[in-house]
């Protein structure tokens, strides 16, 4: 049997061989299927959201260093994210774990007591879900539902030509915090090393990787100021993930200002001390859980000042294609690893 | 540390310990949170169903007679068959999977493909998920929205004394399809059995195992005799396990009569060359996807008549407790086994 390795086809063009079936004779509530961040049914007055998050040990997280309350809290702020880069609020979380005989019922309980403090920073309610063994390893899925309206609904299909491209927060930290994380792992190997002692200086980027958050408090702010974005997704996997998808899916092309992406000093510094350009942590790293959007032009002067958010670039025609801008005015198309090329690298058995 | 073993707490005081954090300052819209197949959510007019199916590879399958298409099918049967005991109908679906490199472009496209036919049985739409890479074997969990009224929907905590217990189709095959599955394994072991050859013989109980139905169409018989049931739950750990949990969540006892509990003749047979008592493996076994209800006294002589649904025993009060009556009259209390015993034994790393 013709055997296709799915690097060899790319992550794109994966996803879309095997949903493509599924994507004729929709129920004609369905505003929004396969391809956002989350799903969209029209309820009538009113739409709901539906995401699913998972995290599996050994690719999304290790257990070296993280401590489980916190991956309980990271695996909701993962799903409120999804939920986030519609516009919309989430609302109910269901979470399934499967676990093996290395993990106790103290374990287990760090984990829902991680939940817990999310779903009670979130304001969501934990409504169900499943517990059962697995051969090896932790995997965890959460989905979540939420509402929006017609109103406030932002796709990742809606950025048009000469519209601001704007980011939240600052981007890399989590990368850096990662790395920072690994480092210590290589040096105490051998030792029991979960909980590897944190540097005051260092606790900026490690918390943006153990304990990230979703930006509700940033779509709070454009509602008050009342800007819809056109188009939203979250930074999960780098910037350059996040802006390429958005252009496919909007059929446009994007200009980023290379010196405008948001980093903070802590990664900086981290960065240099190893010897990791930070910007490539910004454009490729992931677990930012920060907001990618566009928004119309006239909103400019608003969306500078605004606290939280920075304007890195704008829209162009399709045809222009995706390109960063380097200070000199140079252009670099816009690439984004591909994840597969993480299946081969780190899911050989 | 303290470090309590799963399996000394036992499953249902393990996963209340989780989640009865969860079980105070629930929205005023939940109806049911935690603790039946699935969530309920008051939507105003109507209520809203929610679940979760997981099945992980080397726990709930085993790829070496497992075809992917048949995998896929059986996924969406059992996030189908959670809204059926809910006497609800499915209509959205959102599938993640983890794989690892070990599975090509094809494995993929294979199990996608039995989503595909039985989302088409089902009448369900997928909506989203995700794909992504696992270190090792195959993840997969589906989550499912449906709908009912208030007045179809039935809960696991609604039996009332003297009710009857009832059970769609017959159980214990897709048991014994296992096993005559796992002795093919054995006898072939160092070949490549990817799929084992099927005798006539044995068609019954392998599709049992390998392609299970949602019972979709007794719900619908039901519905037609205007039989509601006054608690559900569908039957995939065994009888044993749904009579109990029914028991608990109604705080009720039941008396089920050994020789009502509908067992296929292919099941006896296969049972006997195999020398397994069928009665335990209809007890004890999984993956039978058939709902087991109870119903209202009056209902006795429809329900006796009705194609695809038995009577096997009633509901007496709580003090009684739960048990099977033998035909001599006897009586032999119900147990189920614990599902962390296998947690111990086949999650060992």
């Known amino acids: 049997m013709k055997r296709t390795e799915i690097s060899a086809l790319g992550k794109v063009a994966f996803v879309e ?21 989350a799903a969209v049914i029209d309820r009538g007055g009113w739409l709901e959201v539906v995401s699913q998050a998972t995290m599996l040990e050994g690719i999304d997280f290790d257990l ?34 499967g676990l093996s005989a290395r993990f106790s019922v103290e374990d287990a309980t760090a984990l829902y007591d991680g939940i817990k403090r999310a779903t009670d920073q979130y ?3 934990l409504i169900g879900g499943n517990t059962s063994a697995s051969l090896t390893g932790l995997n965890l899925t959460a989905a979540v539902i939420g509402s929006t309206t017609d109103e406030e609904l932002t796709l990742r299909s809606g950025a048009r030509n000469k519209e601001l491209l704007c980011v939240t927060g600052n981007l890399g930290a989590a990368y850096l ?6 480092r210590e792992k290589r ?30 408090d940033v779509l709070r702010q454009l509602r008050e100021a009342k800007i819809r974005p056109t188009a939203m997704i979250d930074v999960t996997r780098g910037l350059a993930s996040a802006a390429l998808h958005l252009c496919r899916r909007s059929e446009v092309g994007v ?14 510094k981290m960065a240099e001390e190893m010897r990791i350009d930070p910007v490539v942590a910004a454009l490729n790293g992931g ?5 990618l959007f ?8 608003e969306l500078l000042t605004m606290s939280g958010v920075d304007v890195i670039g704008h829209i162009v025609p399709a045809s222009e294609g995706a390109a960063l801008v380097t200070p000199d005015g140079g252009e670099i198309r816009l690439q984004a690893p591909d994840w597969t090329a993480r299946v081969e690298a780190e899911g050989a058995e």
Do not use: W
């Open 287 to 291: 677990d930012d859980f920060e907001l």
């Open 177 to 182: 915090g990662l790395q920072l994380l690994e």
């Open 17 to 37: 061989r095997l949903t493509e079936p599924f994507t004729t004779d929709l129920d004609s509530r369905i505003r929004q299927g396969i391809g956002d961040d």
């Open 123 to 125: 304001g969501l309610s």
């Open 255 to 268: 200009r980023i200002y290379l010196n405008r992406i948001p980093i903070a000093s802590q990664t900086f």
């Open 187 to 216: 040096v105490l190997a051998g030792n029991d090393v979960s909980r590897p002692e944190i540097n005051e200086e260092h606790a900026y980027i490690l918390q943006r990787q153990l304990k990230p958050e979703a930006r509700v």
């Open 294 to 301: 566009t928004a119309p032009l006239d909103k400019h002067q």
């Open 64 to 97: 070296t260093y993280t401590p489980l309350e916190h991956l309980g809290y990271k695996l909701v702020v993962a799903a409120v994210s999804n939920i986030c880069a519609m516009n919309a609020r989430a609302e109910y979380l269901t979470v399934s774990i």
